[in-house]
């Protein structure tokens, strides 16, 4: 084999190294959850859209998404480099570097906010627009080194997609979407603070004042179940606006008052200590829970 032809396939070898570190940066497992929450806001709105547009639509939103997660890691790198949950990331590790990252983060977030503009409409791209901001300036940059409720308010960036993916179908916003805003914006606390319980070293090392570190182990156990106890009425909000039938709200509610049990269990252990084993069985359930709760919408709307 040729000198010539080895470094072709010595580069093509490093061009795909190159993009799966640059894929890694727009955080995966974050954008599966975006491309579902997305389509489910699109597939139960009212107005028939076409496979091709929703394709283009649902891409260009997770694409948005990827973009403020490639933002986020490059203003966290540093942190990131502590903490041993995200210490193998690409900027840490060495494999992609700051500047890289941060091209790469604004291409992705003007190509998706236009050619979401271009393609479906002002509104959808205007609210991808404000998601990008809101989580890059204000989650990442403004609060999660300031305040222990960071994840509380910046919980609305990661509650926008499926209101997005309704706004593509119909071009406007109502009563309906705002249902599937409520549920994982109170979703989110109770979620990332179990996961901050058994995490808090990490956060420590950090210097990220999240709730177990400022306030203790006690209060954050019954933040994480009144905050379950508060997707009760979320849960019944879509049923109240007539969105959804009992289809939909019997097994969602079933579904929350384990979720409540759980969390439950949580706070009536040990005083000021926790289960590990507790906490990360609420993580694991939460993501179980919201996919769930999201299957059901689309089964109501079937049925």
């Known amino acids: 084999m040729s000198s010539s032809k080895l470094k072709k396939d010595n580069l093509s070898q490093e061009d795909l190294l190159n993009f799966s570190e640059l894929f890694k940066l727009m955080k995966p497992r974050v954008m599966s959850l975006v491309i579902f929450t997305c389509a489910v806001g699109l597939l139960t709105a009212p107005t028939i859209v076409s496979t091709q547009d929703a394709i283009i639509g649902i891409l260009l939103v997770s694409m948005g998404a990827g973009a403020a997660g490639a933002l986020n890691m490059w203003y966290e790198s540093d942190l990131d480099a502590l903490m041993s949950r995200t210490c193998l990331r690409p900027i840490p590790?060495?494999?992609?570097?700051?500047?890289?990252?941060?091209?790469?983060?604004?291409?992705?977030?003007?190509?998706?906010?236009?050619?979401?503009?271009?393609?479906?409409?002002?509104?959808?791209?205007?609210?991808?627009?404000?998601?990008?901001?809101?989580?890059?300036?204000?989650?990442?940059?403004?609060?999660?080194?300031?305040?222990?409720?960071n994840i509380v308010i910046g919980g609305a960036a990661g509650a926008l997609p499926p209101v997005i993916g309704w706004t593509i179908a119909t071009g406007s916003l109502s009563l309906e979407p705002f249902a599937f805003f409520l549920i994982i914006f109170f979703w989110t606390p109770s979620h990332f603070w179990a996961l901050s319980l058994y995490k808090s070293d990490d956060y420590k090392k950090a210097n990220i004042p999240m709730l177990p570190l400022t306030n203790g182990i006690e209060t954050t156990k019954a933040n994480i179940f009144v905050y379950s106890l508060l997707m009760l009425p979320v849960i019944i909000f879509p049923y109240v606006i007539n969105f959804v039938g009992l289809v939909f709200l019997i097994p969602s509610l079933l579904l929350t008052i384990y979720y409540n049990y759980l969390c439950f269990d949580l706070y009536r252990f040990k005083k000021n200590k926790f289960s590990a084993k507790k906490a990360k069985s609420i993580f694991g359930y939460s993501i179980l829970y919201l996919f769930l709760v999201f299957v059901l919408f689309l089964i109501d709307k079937i049925l």
């Open 93 to 149: 590790t060495g494999k992609v570097n700051k500047n890289q990252a941060l091209i790469f983060g604004i291409t992705l977030s003007v190509i998706s906010v236009v050619a979401l503009d271009y393609f479906t409409n002002r509104i959808s791209a205007g609210i991808l627009l404000f998601t990008i901001i809101f989580y890059v300036l204000i989650y990442t940059i403004w609060l999660k080194k300031r305040t222990s409720q």
